[in-house]
């Protein structure tokens, strides 16, 4: 039998596997495995990494790492952000710090070991790669530079200054890219093997193809390419109902593709395989549906359906974005069940490891 | 073609192209060349706008022309308001909106309370990660017509259901709508909503629709 590492890496190359992987990408439902609030959480790296493992050997998936929020690069600019209990960090809406769009001019790069949490990331990250070992492929998740724009200028500005002050928008692009560029590489270097990068804009919910691309297309492209020299897996993400997936594939250099949508055109997945099956595809459970309104039994058999549709070669098995926080746990684990009875493999019972150092 | 349809004709024009300076220039000008201003809102700029949101529904502009275009006829309805009569400025109804205790995303809030405005309501923005109580007690004080509440998280969203239930049991005479990501008609039935919107147009007409009801079951 694969290791998760080679099941995940036999997936992202379109080799053949003994089951399909699984994915559960989730946003905060692991730490219930620690009972930490998210505000421990993302600033621990350590607590961050334990709680991912936990969550991994709860659900038996195929992938670990240690991700904390969408914010830690506009904080190390120095945005604010309020911390929740329940819920990730957000930007302070009455403190933006680009207050204007000359503001995207003035970002200038920073030292991200100077801040606190991109070291707890990064310190966490280092952690889950070695107690990961050989077993399992170290993931994190980065996010195209619009978001963190947008972190840091107000998203409603931020659209608005697309339409009117685009040169300007471009300039805070490209600055946010040098230094989404040296993120990804840093936590490379720590450990992490592939990068699951939201193309959070590029949907017909936010802004038309044509703007997406030509503000941002040639960021992006700097950024696929800085991750793939550097070595790591590259899955690209959009969970909007319309991503634009014919651009995303013009902008290239990735292994994956994550949605849990069709696009426009497409009548079905089998088609949609069809056409952009030269990558490895993860998804296309809708999370909301996923974890908060299916049975186990409905999980497993629609799961079993994904497979057949996009499977088995080339193909991680998933939620098309966060598994919900408040998301039934029996129904992550079903999808890894299904896996294993569409290989015909025996499903046994789950462990907990201490090995990894949960106890400790 | 009359002095008003050309200046009416310019208004739209600019509003599509997203040009601000012109659609105030026409806006100042027809005020000062005496267009009755609630003529000019009507017949000028709540029509052009009403196109933008077409446009937007059709998929052929997008959010960032759409909270543009917005911005832009809101400040051309300030130009106009100190012209206004305060019968002319009766609003077309009122609506509590809010994102529910819990949930801090907003954009898809602002989107809708923009384009309520735009159409002539007034809606009261009760912001983001708002207690359930707050909407209530918001509605009894100003008597709105509507209670329009959002959840982007499946872990906000059955709170939904419970803002529903509350208003039911207290009585309120308003309808309650809800939205967002997650949401679906089907959900929004099951909780028992008076509404559903997938997006902010479908929200207009919807609050048109409902406001009508209430102020008919009110005055019956």
Known sequence: ?360 | MSDSTEIYSQLRTALLDLDEATVLDVTQKALDGGTPPPELIEEGLTPAITEVGEQFERGEFFLPELLVSADIFTKAIELVKPYLTREQSTSRGLVVLGTVKGDIHEIGKNVVKLMLEVAGFEVIDLGIDVPLQTFIDKQRETQAEIIAASALLSSTMPLLKDLVELARQAGIPAAVIVGGAPVREKLATEYGADGYSPDAVGAVRLVEDLVAKVRAQRSA
């Open chain 1, 1 to 360: 039998m694969m290791t998760s590492r080679e099941r995940m890496e036999a997936a992202f190359q379109c080799k053949e596997v003994d089951r399909v992987p699984v994915f559960c990408e989730q946003g905060g439902i692991n730490r219930r495995a620690l009972g930490i609030t998210y505000q421990e959480m993302v600033t621990n790296g350590e607590l961050c990494a334990l709680t991912d493992l936990a969550w991994h050997d709860l659900i038996g998936d195929d992938g670990v790492g240690v991700y904390f929020d969408t914010c830690v690069l506009a904080e190390a600019w120095g945005q604010p952000l309020i911390y929740l209990k329940e819920e990730p960090p957000f930007p302070d809406p009455e403190k933006y710090i680009l207050k204007s769009p000359d503001d995207y001019h003035k970002l200038e790069p920073i030292d991200l070991m100077e801040a606190p949490r991109f070291r707890e990331q990064l310190k966490g990250t280092e952690m889950i790669a070695e107690l990961a070992g050989d077993e399992i492929l170290p993931r994190t998740l980065s996010i195209e530079p619009f978001v963190t724009l947008g972190e840091m200028r107000g998203m409603q500005q931020l659209l608005m200054d697309c339409v009117r002050y685009p040169d300007d928008v471009r300039a805070g692009l490209e600055a946010v890219t040098d230094m989404e560029i040296e993120f990804c590489r840093k936590l490379i270097d720590g450990g992490v093997r592939w990068i699951m990068l939201c193309h959070d804009y590029g949907n017909a919910s936010l802004m038309s193809e044509k703007m997406w691309l030509d503000l941002e297309g040639d960021c992006l492209k700097r950024l696929h390419r800085a991750i793939r020299e550097k070595g790591a897996y590259l899955l690209v993400h959009d969970c909007d109902p319309n991503p634009y997936v014919d651009a995303a594939f013009a902008l290239g250099d990735f292994d994956a593709y994550c949605l849990w949508s069709l696009p426009k055109g497409t009548a079905d997945w089998y088609e949609f395989k069809r056409k952009y099956g030269s990558v490895c595809l993860n998804g296309h459970w809708e999370p909301t549906p996923l974890g908060t309104q299916r049975t186990y039994d409905q999980v497993v058999a629609e799961s079993k359906q994904m497979i057949d549709e996009l499977g088995p070669t080339g193909f991680i098995l998933g939620p098309g974005c966060e598994f919900p926080q408040n998301g039934s746990i029996v129904n992550a684990v079903a999808m890894v069940d299904a896996s294993k009875e569409a290989a015909g493999m025996k499903i046994e019972p789950r462990r907990l490891s201490s090995a990894r150092g949960l106890t400790s």
